[in-house]
């Protein structure tokens, strides 16, 4: 890619996803894991720590998108747009984890999985690591998998 179609001299996906991330990205599905299926917990606590988790995690992919969108010059404004939505979702879906848990837990489960046709998006323009998908796929499977379990648990 070049300057002329708005992308930064830099090119994002030559630079792959390291070793360190998946890990740390596959650790990151420890809280949920033990939120939606550890029976010691209690449904009501782990619902709980599962909706303030799945809560943060889509925030912080909306958080990644306006990282990545800070190397457009052309087009930044729909990315940047894009990557508000995920925490505008999450408060409003953790707001209504308080009238009801088990609808909060699935909807936020559903949330995290519909962030994959941005990151698809993202790696098709380059604007991605080239193995970006190798490590949302799983993650965001995983991790709205996991919540929507939690929501069906807390039922």
């Keep these: 890619m070049s300057e002329a179609d708005g992308h930064s001299p830099i090119e994002i996906a030559a630079f ?18 033990a939120a939606a299926l550890l029976p010691g917990l209690g449904y009501s ?6 909706v303030g988790y799945a809560a943060l995690i889509l925030s912080f992919l909306g958080g990644m998108w306006w990282g990545l969108a800070m190397f457009l010059r052309l087009g930044q404004g729909v990315l940047v747009t894009l ?8 408060g409003a879906l953790a707001a209504f984890a308080f009238v009801h848990l088990p609808s909060a837990l699935v909807a936020l489960g ?16 380059g604007l991605a690591p080239a193995n970006w998908m190798s490590l949302r ?6 991790l709205g998998s996991l919540t929507i379990i939690a929501g069906v648990l807390a039922a």
Excluded: E, H, K, N
């Design 137 to 142: 796929i799983p993650l965001s499977v995983g």
């Design 45 to 50: 606590f782990g619902g709980v720590i599962a």
């Design 110 to 125: 559903s949330a995290i999985l519909l962030t994959l046709p941005v990151d698809r998006w993202l790696t098709t323009r």
């Design 83 to 90: 990557a508000v939505v995920p925490s505008l979702i999450a």
């Design 16 to 33: 792959p996803v390291g070793r360190t991330a998946f890990a740390l990205g596959f650790a990151g599905l420890l809280p949920q894991i």
